[in-house]
């Protein structure tokens, strides 16, 4: 096995979302009814946030997140848009914000539904 084919599986692999990420139930919000959820997967996250109130004391905050390579949506035809909902760990969100990096992925910014 060369260099090249070496490089290529560890680069599939590494690129794999089953590999690299957690499963993650998507329906688009113009789905019919009778639509079941697509699996995606993706890296969930929370990231703190600090809330400044005035001139009170700070508040913290989380905010949930969602961070999905684009390519491989767009593979399988899934367009994802604000109001579309995820579910994940028994949690159903919906996608608050679509904040693409510009080289292939993107993070989701989560609503508790």
Known sequence: M???SRYARVLNI???PRYFGEPAQYLSK???PEVEPITIYGVPNREAIELFLGEGPVSKARKATFGVNLR???E???SLKEGDLLSMR???FFIKEVDADGEGGATLVLSKR
Request: one cysteine or more; a negative charge.
């Open 2 to 4: 060369g260099f090249n």
């Open 14 to 16: 590494c690129t794999d």
């Open 30 to 32: 113009t789905s019919p």
């Open 72 to 74: 491989n949506l767009q």
């Open 76 to 78: 399988e035809g899934i």
């Open 90 to 92: 028994g949690i159903q």
